[in-house]
T-cell receptor, first 111, second 111 residues
Framework: QKEVEQDPGPLSVPEGAIVSLNCTYS??????FMWYRQYSRKGPELLMY????GNKEDGRFTAQVDKSSKYISLFIRDSQPSDSATYLC???????????FGTGTRLLVSP | ETGVTQSPTHLIKTRGQQVTLRCSSQ?????VSWYQQALGQGPQFIFQ???????GRGNFPPRFSGLQFPNYSSELNVNALELDDSALYLC??????????FGAGTRLSVL
């Protein structure tokens, strides 16, 4: 069993929809939770990070962490075609280093 | 762009050969991490270098080795290439333990 599980998709939604992306994990030692966006032929780009449990909002993006359920989510409001990319969750025990990534979910937002 | 540059962008090798991948870190960054991203998978942590010393290693065999130079650029060397080594190799740099910034990667194909 992988430490971090993520549905690979693809997830197809119309422009303007609310998107929900999720990951589950098994290692309770994870304290830092991140969401990366990866466009085709590019490296991952950090979108948001959260320490421990709770919510964090940044514009159209909201990250949630539920450590009791070992479940993290990323919500995208008013999705745009430019949001079409692969979204990777990542976690670590000690900070932004030595990350453990999920498989990534491919998101397609159609105009 | 992140300021992390990797070379070459693409590489084709045959099984059993050796390969060297290069990474130039962002200005001011002294920590470099390498990740392997197989097709349809999330990145997997290979190892990290901090001030020219290896500072942590993932579950990769010794034929994966690295170097970091005084200017904090880095190399990833892979000996005795196997077909399963075909992947996108990502370099990420950071200042100390701060947020990592990824390069666009080197795509290695082993035939």
């Amino acid at each position: 069993q992988k430490e971090v599980e993520q549905d690979p998709g693809p997830l197809s939604v119309p422009e303007g929809a609310i998107v929900s992306l999720n990951c589950t994990y098994s290692n309770s030692a994870f304290q830092y939770f991140m969401w990366y966006r990866q466009y085709s032929r590019k490296g991952p780009e950090l979108l948001m990070y959260t320490y421990s449990s709770g919510n964090k909002e940044d514009g159209r993006f909201t990250a949630q962490v539920d450590k009791s359920s070992k479940y993290i989510s990323l919500f995208i409001r008013d999705s745009q075609p430019s949001d079409s990319a692969t979204y990777l969750c990542a976690m670590s025990k000690t900070g932004f280093q030595k990350l453990v990534f999920g498989t990534g979910t491919r998101l397609l937002v159609s105009p | 762009e992140t300021g992390v540059t990797q070379s070459p962008t693409h590489l084709i090798k045959t099984r059993g050969q050796q390969v060297t991948l290069r990474c130039s870190s962002q200005s001011g960054h002294n920590t470099v991490s390498w990740y392997q991203q197989a097709l349809g998978q999330g990145p997997q942590f290979i190892f990290q270098y901090y001030r020219e010393e290896e500072n942590g290693r993932g579950n990769f065999p010794p034929r994966f080795s690295g170097l970091q130079f005084p200017n904090y650029s880095s190399e990833l060397n892979v000996n005795a290439l196997e077909l399963d080594d075909s992947a996108l190799y990502l370099c990420a740099s950071s200042a100390e333990t701060d947020i990592q910034y990824f390069g666009a990667g080197t795509r290695l194909s082993v035939l």
